[in-house]
Every structure is written in structure tokens, then in C-alpha cells.
């Protein structure tokens, strides 16, 4: 079943954070469990961290799906009234603690990250200092596995922070949404599953729907700049890279739970497919050849795109945009640059498989 897959001994699996578009990493263990992929190292961030620690914990992927179905709105999300009437702008938050640990414990192994069978990290940051922390790091693993798990979980503003081991923790993603860098020392390859920070749906009447709404697309922008930055500049193992196609999806939406198992599942056998051999050899995997062209018609000549990509882009003699070299080889973390053209004067296809290329589709959000 695994045709030319070939993995090196010492993988790590990275669950990135992205709400409740999170269920695609079901559907990704899913994939794994039927192709005997045993990952050394399980790394989460959020939503990915809590996934993360019910896998290294020994819960099957099957009660996962029946979870993540049978959850609702009302099992997580319940307004702090007494809070926000009595504390005002001091109150810690938008939604109470108790059910998002409830679920925690509900899910996550008991004890330290000591007694797991294997390592798994569970990124958060201390706002108090202002770092990362990977709790299952050495020297960062008898803490409660549920403690940090539910500070991964915890969203600033949605959720209030968490002590840690006597640190002052909240959501991972603030800093680092996908760790697959901090998660890859001393591993041959990792493979990372970004569900929630790169790829971002246009949103349409955002100003119209409340304070909570435009500060998540604050956060997932920042998310996305932040990732990004990361994947360009990759200089660790073999990375493969899996992106399921929830991006469409609200972060908090209850309402495709199915399809985003599935989709998740999709996108792990797809990329798996892809990788070949290639995670025997470095960079980001899978790549494809692209053509990249640009609408002169649009194009204002602002140069966003040559200073953003020097090595693609560059200006012509009547002071417009030009594709240095065209077609071109680029993995799922290449052409980030084409989002931030003003005009959308740059497009980008795909010479194999599906005509589009996936990384830079720009469904509406609705929700």
C-alpha cells in the first residue's frame, strides 16, 4: 500500500493548531495507522496538541472520529457572564475553563509526559516571559500532560491562560502554529500537518461580525506570516508538508466535522503518495512544476513582489512585474508572495494533477 513511499527510521508527526479544522489530523492518523506509520516523535500546537496527546496516549483513531463527532458547541464554548459583569476589562477571558478541561481529561492521558510511551511535545508560550514552551521537552516533563494540553488549547482572549509548572501558559500558536523546527532535533525526517495558518479562505463583511470574529482573522494572519517565514527559510530534515483543504471552513464551525476527517485523510494519503523517496533527501516535499505568469493588464508596478521574492520576480522595462524563471518546481511552502500582490496580477498553475495549484486557491469564508 505504500507503492515508492520510503521513510527514514526517526520520523516526528507535527499536528498543527487551527480550531476546530483540527479534526483533519483524525483523518491523517487514519492514513498513518493503515500504512504501519509509526511516527518517534508526536509534536502538537492546540487543537493538534490535544489530538497529539489522545494518540501517544493510546486512544484509537476510530473513538477519535466518534468523539469529534458526537461533540458540540455547548461541550466548549460557554460565555464567562459572571466574569465579564463583575471584572469588566479584567475579565480573563470570553469562555469559561471548566469545559474545555473537562474535554482535556476526557481525552488526554493522566500523569507526566514522563510515563508516556514515547515523546510528545506540547507547544504553548509563556506570556509571562514571552517564549515558546514544548513541555516533553527534557527537563520539562513532569508536569500534568492535561495542564498542558489545555493551555495549548488556550486561545488568548477566547480562553483564559493556564499555570504550568509554575509558568503562566496559553496557546502555542501564538508564536509557532506548526513547530515542526523545534519538534525535528535529532529526528531523519518530519512530517508536519498545517491545517489552520497558512492557507486562508478571503473573508467577506468582516468588519460586520464582531469583535471576536476580527480579532481570529488577526490572529490567523499573523499565524500565516509567522509559518510561512518558517517554511521559506527551512533549513532542518526532510520536511514533508500536509495541508488539508479546510481553510474554507470557520475555526469554530461545528457543522463539517465529517468532511474534514476525511478531508485530512485525503490530504495524508496524497502527500505520502507523493513523497517517494524524497524524504531521504532535504527540503519541503511534495513539489510540482508550476508556471507562474503575470497579468500585465493589472499590474500597477508597486514591486511588492520582487522585494518580497527576489529570486522569482523582478521589474521589466516598462516598470512592470516579471516571473524571472518560468516553469519552476515548488512545494506547497513556495509562492506566498503571489497572496500579496494588490491587484492579483500573478497567477500560478500547476503542469500536473489537478490544474489549479492547491496552495494558492482563495475559496470565500462565509461564516
Not at 481525552?107 to 510511551?117: K, N
Not at 516571559?129 to 482572549?157: N, T
Not at 479546510?246 to 513523497?275: C, P, T
Amino acid at each position: 500500500m505504500n507503492g515508492d513511499l520510503v521513510l527514514p527510521p526517526k520520523v516526528a508527526l507535527v499536528l498543527g493548531g487551527g480550531g476546530l479544522k483540527g479534526f483533519a489530523h483524525i483523518g491523517v492518523l487514519r492514513a498513518f495507522e493503515e500504512r504501519g506509520i509509526r511516527p518517534s516523535v508526536v509534536a502538537g500546537t492546540s487543537i493538534g496538541s490535544l489530538i497529539a496527546a489522545a494518540y501517544v496516549g493510546g486512544m484509537p483513531v476510530a473513538e477519535m472520529e466518534r468523539r469529534a463527532l458526537a461533540l458540540n458547541k455547548g461541550d466548549l464554548f460557554r460565555i464567562d457572564h459572571i466574569s465579564m459583569v463583575t471584572k469588566r476589562m479584567l475579565s480573563p477571558s470570553l469562555y469559561l475553563a471548566k469545559p474545555l478541561e473537562k474535554l482535556v481529561r476526557e481525552i488526554v492521558p493522566a500523569g507526566t509526559f514522563r510515563a508516556l510511551p514515547r515523546r510528545l511535545l506540547v507547544n504553548t508560550v509563556d506570556l509571562e516571559s514571552a517564549s515558546q514552551v514544548l513541555w516533553g521537552m527534557p527537563g520539562l516533563q513532569d508536569v500534568s500532560i492535561a495542564d498542558a494540553v489545555y493551555a495549548s488549547c488556550a486561545l488568548p482572549g477566547f480562553f483564559p491562560p493556564a499555570i504550568v509548572g509554575g509558568r503562566t501558559c496559553a496557546d502555542g500558536g501564538i508564536s509557532d502554529n506548526v513547530p515542526a523546527l523545534a519538534a525535528s532535533h535529532g529526528m531523519d525526517a518530519v512530517i508536519a500537518v498545517d491545517v489552520g495558518s497558512t492557507n486562508i479562505a478571503r473573508a467577506r463583511r468582516i468588519k460586520e461580525k464582531g469583535f471576536a470574529t476580527i480579532y481570529m482573522r488577526a490572529a490567523q494572519i499573523m499565524m500565516k506570516s509567522l509559518q510561512s517565514l518558517q517554511l521559506e527559510r527551512w533549513q532542518g530534515p526532510p520536511l514533508l508538508l500536509v495541508r488539508p483543504a479546510v481553510w474554507k471552513y470557520g475555526w469554530f464551525s461545528f457543522a463539517h466535522v465529517r468532511r474534514m476527517i476525511d478531508l485530512g485523510y485525503e490530504a495524508a494519503n496524497d502527500a505520502l503518495d507523493r513523497a517517494g523517496a524524497s524524504l531521504m533527501l532535504g527540503g519541503v516535499w511534495p513539489r510540482r512544476m508550476v508556471d507562474v505568469r503575470v497579468d500585465h493588464a493589472a499590474c500597477t508596478g508597486c514591486g511588492l513582489c520582487v522585494s518580497l521574492a527576489p529570486r522569482t520576480m523582478t521589474m521589466n522595462q516598462d516598470g512592470k512585474a516579471e516571473v524571472l524563471v518560468s516553469p519552476v518546481e515548488w512545494s506547497r511552502a513556495d509562492g506566498d508572495f503571489v497572496h500579496q500582490c494588490p491587484t492579483n496580477a500573478i497567477h500560478v498553475d500547476a503542469l500536473e494533477g489537478p490544474r489549479r495549484w492547491p496552495t494558492l486557491e482563495m475559496p470565500i469564508l462565509e461564516e
